[in-house]
């Protein structure tokens, strides 16, 4: 994974980029707390989509949502819900340093990440990549005589990218080794299979349908 650095962080979040003087004991994996210690982490992501980070033992949070049923892990006192994804919460395994998706519904943990470090950066790429899925850009390109493409192809050329690019990044969430070839026009294709991304899909979905662009 490509190192990402605070700088990197702040240069996309500004002020919205938290780091930690103390953590939890039970997070005791050793790159996960100097990746939070040194660099941190951002704070939300697109109005709440993602929003980051509270650091609530997982064991207050099953008690909180009341009616989850399944199972909690045996090392259960070092996972922590460090916030809300759509559609449910991210975790941290405080001994090995991966992270879950805890839906809101009645399912067991998804694995999301394997560490903080990718979560970030995933984070971080949608954030950097903002431009590319404005409604300026795209019209600027749909203006444009060289370039045969609509503001949805545009949307839908950059959601695709950035898969590409996360893919490299961490495979965690993805259940797909390469995106399906598409060619816009194409009314039998799809930019993207179901759920391909896990939670991460619907944010994929979202910017090809130019629903990110403002």
């Known amino acids: 994974m490509p190192d990402l650095t605070r700088e990197q962080l702040v240069e996309a979040f500004g002020d919205q980029v938290r780091r930690f003087d103390a953590l939890p004991d039970g997070v005791t994996h050793e790159e996960t707390r100097r990746f939070l210690i040194d660099v941190g982490l951002p704070e939300n992501l697109r109005d709440n989509f993602l929003y980051l980070p509270h650091f609530t033992p997982l064991p207050e949070r099953y008690a909180e949502v009341g009616d989850w049923t399944w199972d909690m892990p045996g090392d259960a006192a070092s996972w922590y819900v460090l916030g809300g994804f759509f559609g449910g919460d991210v975790a941290v395994n405080g001994t ?119």
């Open 96 to 214: 090995d340093g991966r992270v879950f998706f805890l839906p809101e519904w009645d399912e067991p943990p998804q694995p999301l990440h394997s560490g903080v470090d990718s979560l970030a950066y995933f984070m971080y790429v949608f954030q950097r990549d903002r431009y590319y899925y404005s409604q300026g850009y795209a019209k600027t390109v749909e203006d444009d005589p060289g370039d045969p493409r609509e503001e949805i192809d545009v949307f839908v050329d950059t959601a695709r990218r950035i898969a590409t690019e996360l893919m490299e990044v961490d495979s965690t969430p993805f259940t797909v080794d390469a995106l399906p070839p598409f060619t816009h026009g194409d009314m039998d294709a799809e930019p993207f299979p179901d759920d391909f991304a896990g939670p991460w899909t619907l944010a994929f979905e979202d910017i090809a349908g130019g629903m990110w662009s403002s």
